[in-house]
């Protein structure tokens, strides 16, 4: 019998939040963005610099604006040199959006912006080791960088890991129903709701 680890990370200089805590992300979209030059797209017209993406579920945090922590500020993860996905709050989607479309004449690149995903964040003490025991993760990678976030794929649901103003928060994306069946899960293990 085989076995693949499912390595996650998570930060190496960020504190846990004080509360264990789920907060919905009521105006989080998620894109995936594809093309044979989306990374030339990324680096020409984003301006991300991709040589710290080394594998697959590598990510960086971004910004449309200048501002890491504003409503136009991303995080995208790298899938393969033609496949990547954001997380980003609506009105970064809709800016988003709007550029790729401007650029679909001169890069090869297209776009799916997944309505069917929806996503909820995880931040506390407990976090981390409940993700690895809930979702069977090999806990071995740790990010220095600030900027670099990490996700993986566990059956049906993408889990990241982010820094958010030097605190750790983990990002689960996934279809509603199966998101609705985490977050009761995690509500149960003791994490706090809160509405956004």
Same mark, same amino acid.
């Given at each position: 019998?085989? !076995? ?70 991303? =995080? ?11 997380? $980003? ?15 679909? $004449? ?15 964040? $995880? ?24 900027? $670099? =976030? ?7 649901? !993408? ?38």
């Amino acid at each position: 019998m085989t !076995f693949n680890p499912i390595m996650f990370a998570r930060h190496t200089n960020s504190a846990n939040a004080v509360t264990n805590c789920v907060h919905a992300n009521n105006s989080t979209d998620i894109i995936d963005f594809s093309g044979s030059e989306a990374s030339i797209f990324l680096s020409t017209i984003l301006g991300i610099n991709l040589t710290k993406l080394t594998a697959s579920g590598f990510g960086l945090r971004g910004t449309l604006d200048d501002e890491l922590y504003s409503e136009h500020s991303f =995080c995208v993860y790298y899938f393969s040199e033609t496949a990547f996905r954001f997380v $980003l709050p609506h009105k970064a989607s809709l800016q988003l959006q709007s550029l790729i479309n401007e650029q679909q $004449l001169r890069f090869d690149i297209d776009y799916v912006n997944r309505t069917d995903l929806t996503s909820f964040t $995880l931040s506390g003490e407990n976090a981390f080791e409940t993700l690895v025991n809930a979702f069977k993760l090999t806990p071995g990678l740790r990010l220095s960088d600030s900027l $670099l =976030c990490y996700g993986a794929q566990s059956g049906d649901v !993408f889990v990241t890991a982010i820094d958010k103003k030097e605190e750790q928060h983990f990002v689960l994306i996934a279809k509603t129903a199966e998101l609705q069946k985490w977050q009761s899960y995690m509500q149960d293990k003791g994490f706090a709701l809160i509405q956004k």
